[in-house]
Nanobody, 113 residues
Framework: QVQLVESGGGLVQPGGSLRLSCAAS????????MAWYRQAPGKQREWVGT???????YHTDSVKGRFSISRDTAKNMVHLQMNSLKPEDTAVYYC???????WGQGTQVTVSS
């Protein structure tokens, strides 16, 4: 069974950091571009960033310099390092396999004092 499972979310104070992980099971995503999206309450899901199969990462402007996507092909995992978190980063974060169109179930990130 193919699955993408996110982990690492939680409650963090403004200015803090979190590292999200996305683990794939049931298949190997080594050639897939993998993406992170987020959806805040009452808002549409938005793209956060993508990492290509070759390891080149792109990020939306609002997180550039604060967030960083990486991949560990050997472990079939993708990570989203989030630094200098702001309250507006509060959302459910999802990973996606862009080639196969697989989505994870999401992990909640709450930035609040």
């Amino acid at each position: 069974q193919v699955q993408l499972v996110e982990s690492g979310g939680g409650l963090v104070q403004p200015g803090g950091s979190l590292r999200l992980s996305c683990a794939a099971s049931g298949y190997i995503f080594s050639d897939s571009a993998m993406a992170w999206y987020r959806q805040a309450p009452g808002k549409q899901r938005e793209w956060v960033g993508t990492i290509t199969g070759g390891g080149i990462a792109y990020h939306t402007d609002s997180v550039k310099g604060r967030f960083s996507i990486s991949r560990d092909t050997a472990k079939n995992m993708v990570h989203l390092q989030m630094n200098s978190l702001k309250p507006e980063d509060t959302a459910v974060y999802y990973c996606k396999d862009n080639i196969h169109n697989y989505w994870g179930q999401g992990t909640q990130v709450t930035v609040s004092s």
